[in-house]
């Protein structure tokens, strides 16, 4: 297959374009580098030995997306990847969240349609289940949000939807991603926060490193095992995984299938925490901090459907997360700058 990947030059993006590439597919990624950086592509064409094409530009403008598909096309699908992802920066400017996270969804679609491409697979999140308690998560439990960042997942994937039920030829995946963390097991590729990171694994690594102090837990007073919130992290290499079976289901098949990416198991921050000091031999000093506002107690996948309708499955362990986390953070303790002052 060919296909276009939107925000490839990301975490998730070029982990899932390195995974295409050794399956044997071919890869063109649309990337605006507004949160990513053109070095994540040139390490995934040295890893590979395969070319990861990089085009400079920005899904929301049409004119970038015809280029995409003139010059580079025909595609036989799309990975939509490309987005703001921040949480509490979507609540302070809610309106450049719609008008990018939504807009790149109608003008990358009206272009497919154009160019008779109708497989797509979009990025989307376990955010829209929002305050669920009901766990684990199936794709059936009704949805909703708590955030700006989180509706404009859930928007999208009520257009994508109602896009695969107008016209019989679209066929669109839908993947709810749990917690992505981890690194290709290289260690030349890996997540690179801007800034103080807002997830768990970005800030324990530079805790671990010592860029940062100490670790802020975010309350130990949930109902959980130990008190802390409960998640279900996800090593980007299986996430990047279930790309390549979303891809291979969707070209199969036609209509829309809301699937979720997660492992089926949760672990608190303090078993998250304690499994990166053993995998790792580093202490990870922390201080207990009121609980961050939004936050739910426990959230984990029922993974059932990926493994049915996609065959696939998770198969790297908390450990493996760590591990490959922490080997990516100490060969680039500056991300992909190699720039202190980044
Ligand atoms: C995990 C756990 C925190 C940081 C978010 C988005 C979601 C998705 C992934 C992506 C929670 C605790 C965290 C810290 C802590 N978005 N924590 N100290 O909130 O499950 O999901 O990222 O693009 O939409 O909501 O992930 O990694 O922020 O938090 O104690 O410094 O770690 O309270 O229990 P979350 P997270």
């Not at 797509?120 to 308690?133: D, I, Q, R």
């Not at 201080?287 to 790297?316: F, H, M, S």
Request: proline share 4%.
């Amino acid at each position: 297959m060919r296909v276009l990947l939107t925000g490839g030059a990301g975490f998730i993006g070029s982990h899932t374009a390195l995974c295409l590439l050794e399956a044997g597919h071919e890869i063109v990624a649309l990337d605006n580098l507004n949160n990513s950086s053109p070095e994540a592509l040139k390490r995934v064409s040295e890893l590979t030995g395969k070319q990861a094409t990089l085009v400079v530009g920005d899904c929301t403008v049409e004119a970038d997306v015809e280029k995409v598909f003139t010059e580079y096309g025909p595609f036989d699908a799309v990975v939509h990847f490309a987005g703001h992802k921040a949480v509490g920066e979507s609540v302070s400017i809610p309106l450049e969240y719609y008008r990018n996270n939504l807009n790149s969804t109608l003008v990358l679609c009206n272009v497919m349609k154009k160019h008779g491409c109708l497989n797509l697979v979009f990025s989307s999140s376990a955010t829209v289940y929002g305050t669920n308690t009901q766990v684990p998560l199936h794709e059936d439990l009704p949805t909703g949000c708590t955030n700006p960042y989180g509706w404009t997942k859930w928007m999208n994937e009520q257009i994508l939807t109602d896009w695969s039920h107008a016209e019989k030829d679209v066929s669109v995946v839908l993947l709810r991603y749990f917690n992505p963390i981890g690194a290709h097991q290289s260690g030349r590729i890996g997540e690179d926060p801007s800034g103080i990171p807002n997830n768990l694994m970005p800030y324990v690594c530079q805790v671990a490193s010592g860029k940062l102090q100490k670790l802020h837990v975010f309350g130990n007073d949930y109902d959980t095992v130990d008190g802390t919130g409960v998640r279900d992290y996800i090593h980007v290499c299986d996430l990047a995984n279930g790309h390549l079976k979303a891809l291979e289901y969707a070209v199969e098949h036609k209509g829309v299938e809301v699937v979720n990416l997660g492992t089926g198991e949760g672990y608190s921050v303090m078993q998250l925490v304690h499994a990166f000091e053993e995998a790792n031999g580093i202490e990870i000093p922390y201080v207990v901090d009121p609980r961050r506002p939004g936050d739910i107690a426990i959230c984990y996948a029922d993974p059932k459907k990926a493994n049915e309708k996609l065959k696939w499955q998770a198969t790297r362990t908390l450990t493996d997360m760590c591990r490959d986390a922490w080997n990516w953070q100490k060969q680039n303790p500056f991300g992909y700058h190699g720039d202190e002052n980044k």
